[in-house]
């Protein structure tokens, strides 16, 4: 994209190797954060405390914001304690409430010390939502005016105030309680003659958040109405603080890593994969792992049921993987929808009739389009080789029609699995695709040594 | 959030039951797009296309943008060309290239001659973009202004051709050959006097995307940014457009789902789950299930091979499915993983030793839980059955090995397949859960039975 940042990166480097300190924090100033970022991957925490001590403080802030909680935390631990305060005081309300968000509370209590009064009663009162909260995404730094003010009244507030406002695209009009009236774009107040009153510019028609809404929701809400800002007030229409599309972008980031990550097997990892330490990725991926091999187990349990019928026909044994995993396949698939359409807002619980309709007829055409396949490729097979003996035809039934029951059962459970883990007040993605495969896999092989047994009986077993 | 959302809508619906055209005219312009979007969920392509016929023209371009392609496709199609052609020449450019985008050569040729010369044109330059390119994403309207204009000319500019812009958010400074110098945010010609030039707000300090740039790489560049615009330069620095922040968002939504849907195992739906047609969804999902099922079928085959040893120990057969699930279940951990670290920019190609060594630390341990697990249900189980025979603590020794064995197989080919897919040009999210699974599912057999011969021949083999 910038063409020469490899070199500006590289003498950044230089100059920190050679300790020439007035030359890097010159050079340091020049460029926008996303080169400092990629500086600060390359270097340690000692190293990244003497960038910051020697970025201005705007581009302290900016840069601070995009590192990662682990690295947040070294960093202002590693800072003076002055600095340290600057640069928590100086963040965005709203990202600064993140950051808390993950802290153990004795840690807490120890950063919280280095805000000032007033921004620690900021914090403190956003830290009051719920976790995953509407709450916890907004900031109080916005722009009410009233509604008998003059636009020339307005823009001048808006020099005088507008500085520190995490937007000012959006001006919102507020009655002498704080009850939100309207929001008006800042560009409508470009277009009028400075004598009109905010109340001509007016036309009462807003959309609002509550603070206890989950942010999913509002996730949603944004991709669906084009707005870079929406207020967010309490039940008796109070407003309390707005929330930004630039959270809002960086939140859907996180929350479909969340779901993609349940959806692969494992907890989700809160810090990017190359960070994460090595523990942590452990603890994230072998609770899980264990969840579905100790399900798994039920299998063997399941076929030291049906171990006489091995013994008399071994060749039941060979499409025991085809069968059990076409149905985990099924079923993740069917999972995989319907989670994703409920994460979006495509689909809703009271929908689940219909997408159980949806499904039967889907789990029975692709039931029997895998049943036919696995039917002949048995027949066609037995006339090379005589693995499956003289009864081959019987066999490539049992197998044909377990294949249609097993993915017409994991097609239909993988699809209400979610639905009844969101209806519980679950995640639905928790229902992740090999959770619902193990499922399948352990009434995948009762489906197929039912079959085996009504078919074979008095042939082969 | 709307507290008589409800109400509205079955007022409305009322008043469509009734034929009461003019109420309905009256109340529908009332409302905000949401609450159409949500009455036209539950009406006939033809009750929508008089619904459309009532909205003002701004309501109408609104609510458009937000339905999906083929309701847009039926919309067009049935109201009278001369509302189309308003419809499809109010929409902004670049809702109109993506609507454009989907359309068969034939059908696009047909709308494109209900565009205005100029906006044909402009449509006609973005498709030239190749898809999923930045090009594709863009919007030409923006405002661009010289270096030598003052604060007051700058502003005077905004009011008189600002109406029709995309975002006057950011200002954009370009010379007289169209080079772009700097962007500038409308809110710092707020901060000072109409006397000022653009010069001296001027900090020459911006980013830019090339129009052939991947969408992918925008979207990780708004999320690490924290910019509601950006604007597209060629590479002669020439100004050719912008891209929103509303955009990348539901692009981002778009990516997000798609790759789910491939790490589900099926083809990306490019429409709502509810809304995509029985035939379609099933064609996105019955060919992965087949493909899985044509590489599952060597599961058969590779326990053929197995047969003899099979029929000599049917306990053998038991297990199967428990290591082939915990070499899948390792392996789509692992790609899911890699997967998403690719999609958001966390790591690239070239990490791939590093990866690597981590995956392989991970493969050890994660193999030795579970390898441990195994071997410990078999041992403490041979007390209380009989199942296992004489030899229960070999066959532990089998299982608990073959564990290890085929989860650290997993963990580092699902790490690896999907680095090796974006190597070879594929999107690395092809090598779906499923895939890996599938793929570890065969080797994993191989695994098995060679630990089972190595350690059991002379005993029960």
Redesign the interface.
């Known amino acids: 994209?910038?063409k020469s940042k490899k070199t500006i990166l590289s003498e950044l480097k230089l100059h920190m190797e050679e300790g020439n300190i007035g030359l890097l924090q010159q050079n340091l100033n020049k460029v926008?954060?996303?080169v400092i970022?990629d500086l600060l991957k390359d270097i340690n925490t000692e190293e990244k405390a003497t960038v910051f001590s020697l970025l201005d403080k705007e581009l302290a802030y900016?840069t601070f914001?995009?590192l990662d909680y682990s690295t947040q935390k070294d960093l202002i631990k590693s800072l003076p304690y002055k600095q340290a305060a600057i640069l928590l005081n100086g963040i965005s309300t709203d990202d600064r409430t993140a950051f808390f968000e993950e802290l153990p509370s004795a840690a807490l209590n120890e950063f919280l010390r280095l805000l000032s009064t007033e921004e620690r009663n900021i914090t403190l009162t956003l830290l009051g939502y719920p976790e995953s909260s509407v709450g916890r995404l907004m900031t109080p730094d916005y722009i009410a005016v009233k509604e008998d003010w003059t636009v020339k009244q307005v823009?001048d507030f808006?020099?005088e105030n507008?500085?520190d406002t995490e937007t000012?695209?959006v001006i919102y009009v507020v009655d002498e309680k704080g009850i939100l009236l309207d929001d008006i774009r800042?560009?409508a107040f470009?277009?009028v003659t400075p004598e009109k009153t905010v109340k001509e510019l007016m036309d009462h028609?807003f959309?609002?958040?509550?603070p206890i809404?989950d942010q999913e929701v509002s996730v949603n809400?944004?991709?669906?109405?084009?707005?870079?800002a929406l207020p967010v007030c309490d039940s008796f229409g109070v407003m309390l603080g707005i929330v930004t599309?630039?959270d809002?972008?960086?939140l859907?980031?996180e929350e479909?890593?969340e779901?993609?990550?349940k959806?692969?097997?494992?907890e989700a990892?809160e810090e990017?994969?190359?960070n994460v330490s090595?523990f942590t990725?452990?603890k994230k991926?072998?609770g899980?792992?264990?969840v579905?091999?100790l399900g798994?187990?039920l299998?063997?349990t399941a076929?030291?049921f049906f171990?006489d019928e091995?013994?008399k026909a071994?060749?039941l044994?060979?499409?025991?993987?085809?069968i059990?995993?076409?149905g985990?396949?099924?079923g993740?698939?069917a999972?995989?929808?319907?989670?994703?359409?409920l994460a979006?807002g495509?689909?809703r619980i009271s929908?689940w009739f219909?997408i159980l309709k949806?499904e039967i007829?889907?789990g029975v055409?692709?039931g029997f389009?895998?049943g036919l396949?696995?039917f002949l490729?048995i027949v066609v097979w037995s006339n090379f080789t005589n693995?499956y003996g003289e009864h081959s035809f019987r066999i490539a039934s049992v197998v044909g029609l377990s294949l249609t029951g097993v993915?017409i059962w994991g097609t239909i459970s993988g699809s209400m699995f979610p639905l009844l883990l969101k209806k519980a007040g679950f995640d639905p993605a928790t229902s992740s695709?090999?959770f619902v495969?193990?499922m399948v896999?352990v009434t995948g092989?009762v489906i197929y040594f039912s079959f085996a047994l009504l078919i074979l009986r008095g042939t082969v077993l």
Chains 1, 2 share one sequence.
């Open positions: 994209m910038r926008q954060s996303p970022l900016k914001k995009f823009l808006v020099r507008g500085k000012i695209n800042i560009r470009l277009f028609n959309l609002s958040l509550s809404d809400i944004f991709r669906n109405n084009n707005r870079v599309i630039d809002v972008l960086r859907a980031k479909d890593t779901d993609i990550h959806l692969g097997g494992l990892l990017p994969y190359m090595f990725l452990m991926r072998v899980w792992l264990i579905l091999f798994e187990m299998t063997a076929m030291g171990e091995i013994s071994v060749v044994a060979l499409f025991v993987p085809l059990i995993s076409s985990g396949n099924s993740s698939q999972a995989t929808l319907i989670i994703r359409a979006i495509e689909v929908d219909r949806r007829f889907s055409f692709l389009v895998l396949l696995g490729r693995i993915v695709a090999p495969a193990t896999d092989l």
